[in-house]
């Protein structure tokens, strides 16, 4: 999915790009976007449009503006926006009646007097000032972070977002205690000639403005469509029985993903009809306790306690029975006679298949010319002595054959001499 800027060239079929790094207006480039599915609808007589918009500005960071000057507004369009001092470029992202609904999500107030106005439409000469500025914000990040490391400052500078007039710039950073940066900011304002504004962010909000690709294969949800971070805690993975591995647990922002609280509620919902885990079943052959749960199966293992190596599987509602049992101070026979038989699938075996050979079957080192030409030579040497053998053979075959006659008429002859005297 891309805007037609995106599509490629047809000389070198490299991809010809915007040039605008993903603020071309287009939904296929911009993140968070909204679907203004009141778009096509019209407001009923003597209503008026409801008069803020939302503004999409580097990173998907949007803010609210109000239209004081009824200019009209549709989505993609880069207006520019009131900022102190000077203002700034942004591209208008949702209008309408939903821009209401977001503010609301928000907590802005839609009557606030803090909401600020925009100026017009972005003029041509507008456009190429924000555009050289976006241009610069990579060579002086890097400039900057050495300025940071020669003060031996313990921060990251992990983005810097120019305003559209070129007049300030904004340096994120990221730090796990407070910074003194009185002189880092000196620095900067001599160095750059700009004004500085310094802004902390923690490092899920770094990982969503940077961007990136999560170990499921797909864009960060937080660059993309998430636009809330709540707490994430290691119950979580427990409750759903994940393995506390935190290289596998964390993401690209060093903490626990967010997609760890995406079905904890249904895992809570099941786990609501599954017994204790710590519950402990009384029996005749002696106290058994849980040591793992299937919550899809409905599921779980027992183990005797002097016996742990033995599992036993048993139903939820055996061990609802046995626990009635022991509330009434009964025991049960054993687990044996609750246990359930599970039977397991055949393993499929593709060893026989082409696509698991071995990789390395073609990693064989060629083999020299000159000695496969003295091989065929010794070859063929051996082959005509071969054959001047067999032919040998034969020849003392047929003599053998034609000797044998003559011996069998000379034994016929003597017998017969014999015979006569």
């Not at 993140?31 to 003597?46: A, H, I, R, Y």
């Not at 009384?282 to 749960?293: H, N, P, R, S």
């Not at 022991?326 to 054993?334: E, G, I, M, R």
Request: proline residues 3%.
């Amino acid at each position: 999915m891309a805007c037609t800027n995106c599509s490629t060239s047809t000389k070198d079929g490299t991809p010809r790009g915007c040039k605008n790094n993903g603020t071309c207006g287009t939904d296929s480039c911009n993140k968070l976007t909204v679907f203004d599915w009141l778009g096509n609808m019209n407001l009923p007589s003597g209503e008026t449009p409801f008069d803020c918009v939302e503004v999409r500005f580097k990173n998907g960071r949007k803010e609210f503006y109000r239209n004081t000057d009824n200019v009209t507004l549709f989505i993609g369009d880069v207006v520019a926006t009131e900022a102190a001092p000077g203002h700034d470029i942004g591209i208008v992202t949702l209008t309408g009646e939903l821009v209401k609904i977001q503010m609301k999500k928000k907590n802005i107030a839609p009557n606030s007097t803090e909401i600020l106005k925009i100026y017009r439409k972005a003029t041509q000469k507008d456009i190429d000032i924000w555009v050289e500025s976006r241009e610069k914000e990579e060579p002086i990040k890097v400039r900057a972070r050495e300025i940071a490391i020669a003060l031996k400052l313990q921060m990251k500078i992990s983005d810097i977002e120019f305003q559209g007039d070129g007049s300030k710039a904004i340096f994120y950073y990221t730090a796990e205690d407070r910074v003194d940066f009185r002189q880092l900011i000196k620095e900067f304002a001599q160095e750059f000639k700009i004004r500085i504004e310094m802004k902390q962010v923690g490092f899920r909000q770094e990982a969503s403005r940077l961007g990136g690709i999560g170990s499921c294969g797909r864009e960060l949800c937080c660059s993309t469509w998430l636009t809330d971070f709540r707490s994430v805690n290691t119950s979580a993975a427990r409750y759903q029985q994940l393995s506390l591995n935190p290289q596998k647990l964390a993401g690209q922002c060093g903490k626990l993903k967010c997609c760890l609280n995406y079905e904890l509620d249904t895992y809570l919902d099941a786990l609501k009809d599954f017994p204790d885990f710590e519950t402990k079943l009384q029996t005749e052959k002696g106290d058994a306790i849980c040591q793992k749960q299937d919550i899809f199966k409905g599921l779980m293992w027992f183990a005797y306690v002097e016996n742990m190596a033995n599992w036993h599987v048993l139903k939820i509602e055996h061990v609802k029975e046995i626990v009635a049992l022991n509330k009434a101070k009964n025991k049960a026979t054993s687990l044996e006679d609750y246990a359930e038989e599970i039977t397991t699938e055949p393993e499929l075996n593709f060893s026989k298949s082409l696509d698991q050979e071995s990789l390395t079957r073609f990693d064989q080192p060629k083999r020299n010319k000159k000695k496969n030409k003295n091989k065929n030579q010794t070859a063929g040497v051996n082959h005509s002595q071969n054959q001047n053998s067999s032919e040998k053979t034969n020849i003392n075959k047929e003599a053998e054959k034609t000797v044998s006659p003559s011996n069998s008429n000379r034994n016929r002859n003597s017998k017969h001499f014999k015979k006569n005297k």
